[in-house]
């Protein structure tokens, strides 16, 4: 599996943004995904993430601003990204869990996109 995510970039406060992230490969045993950020300095933290039915978790942190979603047909995940702050600057994440089999998990990530937020 392969994960390729784009959208990042440099954004004002209270500006807003869009990453995606499109899957490839056996993506038949996706099943969890999820959006990561990590800040300077700091540890890798979940942003948000989507079941394959649908089901949204979010980080307190970005509760109410950011919108987890996903595209089954086209393999991709979106995060839209609203009312930014400048302590949202970090690279994201793409993160898919794996399961070909029942008992056998694996994850994969992307390669990080950056999004700095100037105040």
């Known amino acids: 599996v392969q994960l390729v995510e784009s959208g990042g970039g440099l954004v004002q406060a209270g500006g807003s943004l869009r990453l995606s992230c499109a899957a490839s490969g056996d993506t038949s045993c996706i099943t969890t995904m999820g959006w990561y950020r990590q800040a300077p300095g700091k540890e890798r933290e979940l942003v948000a993430s989507?079941?394959?039915?649908?089901?949204?978790n979010y980080a307190e942190s970005v509760w109410g601003r950011v919108t987890i979603s996903r595209d089954n047909t086209k393999n991709t995940v979106y995060l839209q990204m609203n009312s930014l702050k400048p302590e949202d600057t970090a690279v994201y994440y793409c993160n898919a869990d794996f399961i070909p089999r029942p008992g056998l998990t694996s994850e994969y990530w992307g390669q990080g996109t950056q999004v700095p937020v100037s105040s």
């Open positions: 989507i079941t394959s039915g649908g089901n949204t």
